[in-house]
């Protein structure tokens, strides 16, 4: 069977309305399959998506899922539904294969693809490394969970050129073929874990990223994670490290200051870390890891030093948003793990006023108190998680608890003094209280941007 006669003509339902799982329906249509969508949410919470499903004459139900899906030839699952879902017991038990976007589009793309996951990093290093390869002359898309979905582009894509997509652990969990040239693991630490059973679950589900790659393929690994179990990942790819701790006899480390580059028993200088535009600790290893895919695709490494020189990062990953009265407010709203805080942490030298809480995913907060030692001056919280969170972080800061962003806001513009930080990175998913991370970044950012207007109106008035 063609890659092709795998959509062509047969009947595919998709669970799940969101971004992944529209992109899914509209490639199936557009090469000759039967989409079918069904979502749990009402058509009140979907206009937007109903009206896209109205103009491409695709099938859906809102409100639940139906038998109808169980007629489907496969079905394609978005990464928001949880497997523990009724109607996926259904489907496994009438024998109907499940696969996941990814999965779909990678049977349609002609070029090479790089796959990046992780359990921090994940977006600014797929970024990164779009824009290591632009600067070397590859043609590339970046996408997956990083603006389009990958089925959204897939066709786009040449054959000489490469898709750099970010997958999550729930993409992965229904692969059969996916196979990218390069796969990144970044770093593993304990998240999602109301959607697991453990961390060993969590961690198998990243590792099928190299399930599918060859002898000429690339699996990139952070050294200086002990967490990864480098020598139990089925894969027949190379595996190639990098490191911000020690020399390595291949690969990207830090040697110094410089940022160094071995590959086929030649060393190269790639570039002074201090000139690298995104700063701290993880971001030097993000930087590592884009600038040895770099290198394995035979990018130059004054072209590599060029785009780490000039990419500002992403949004909502540490983005400063204003200064109100002589007081920072930066958006880390894509924090959604306990260990991405206490990376924002390490990286603000000024006292910080922490906005915190959403829906909890089941870790610890525990790490945010050891690391916030010295450095938060008071935490607002918000959200589901603000009770559990408080239990582990009251005895140690100063807390207080809001109703909405715009009160967290206020509130801790109201304890922070100039020359100080408000920092919103919540160490929760958004789905209690906002659409996904993005909005809770986007809502954030035009509270500061009222507030600083409202600010500045108090202040003219008061001149006069």
Not at 63 to 77: A, P, Q, Y
Not at 101 to 114: N, P, T
Not at 445 to 463: C, E, F, M, P, T
């Amino acid at each position: 069977m063609t890659t092709k006669d795998r959509v062509k003509g047969r009947k595919i339902g998709i669970i799940g309305m969101a971004r992944s799982g529209l992109a899914a329906a509209k490639l199936i249509k557009k090469l000759g399959g039967y989409p079918f969508v069904s979502d749990v949410k009402t058509e009140e919470q979907l206009t937007k998506e109903i009206a896209l499903l109205k103009e491409q004459e695709i099938p859906y139900e809102t409100g639940g899922h139906t038998e109808r899906l169980l007629k489907s030839d496969f079905v394609i699952l978005s990464p928001g539904v949880p497997r523990q879902t009724p109607i996926i017991g259904q489907i496994d038990a009438a024998g109907i294969p499940i696969f996941s976007e990814i999965e779909l589009a990678s049977w349609f793309c002609r070029g090479k693809i790089i796959a990046i996951t992780g359990s921090n990093g994940k977006t600014t290093t797929t970024s990164l490394t779009g824009e290591v390869l632009t600067s070397g002359g590859l043609k590339n898309i970046v996408c997956g969970n990083i603006g389009n979905p990958f089925a959204e582009v897939v066709l786009d894509i040449p054959a000489d050129g490469f898709a750099v997509v970010e997958v999550s652990n729930f993409q992965l969990e229904t692969i059969e073929d996916f196979a990218p040239h390069i796969a990144m693991i970044l770093n593993l630490t304990p998240d999602h874990l109301d959607r697991y059973d453990g961390f060993d679950d969590y961690k198998k589900a990243k590792y099928r990223i190299a399930e599918n790659q060859a002898s000429t393929d690339y699996l990139i690994l952070n050294a200086d994670d002990a967490v990864i179990d480098r020598n139990h990942i089925a894969t027949g790819a190379q595996k190639i490290y990098f490191s911000t701790a020690r020399s390595l006899p291949t690969g990207v480390f830090q040697r110094g200051e410089s940022l160094v580059g071995m590959a086929g028993g030649r060393e190269m200088e790639i570039i002074d870390i201090k000139q690298i535009r995104i700063q701290g600790p993880h971001n030097l290893q993000n930087a590592a890891a884009a600038s040895l895919a770099g290198i394995l695709l035979g990018i130059a490494p004054e072209k590599i030093a060029a785009a780490l020189r000039s990419f500002p990062g992403v949004p909502h990953r540490l983005e400063d948003v204003d200064v109100v009265a002589g007081i920072r407010f930066i958006n880390d709203s894509k924090a959604t793990n306990v260990d991405s805080v206490c990376f924002a942490l390490r990286s603000i030298k000024t006292p910080i006023c922490l906005i915190a809480g959403g829906r909890d995913k089941g870790g610890s907060y525990q790490p945010i108190a050891e690391t916030g030692r010295g450095k938060i001056k008071e935490i607002i919280l918000i959200g589901e998680a603000r009770e559990k969170m408080f239990d582990a972080l009251g005895c140690h800061f100063p807390v207080q608890f809001a109703a909405s962003m715009e009160e967290a806001v206020k509130k801790a513009f109201e304890a922070a003094s100039p020359g100080e930080t408000v920092l919103l990175s919540p160490a929760c998913s958004s789905f209690d209280m906002f659409e996904n991370f993005e909005h809770r970044g986007e809502t954030f950012k035009k509270i500061v941007n009222s507030l600083k207007n409202n600010h500045s109106a108090s202040q003219r008035i008061g001149a006069k």
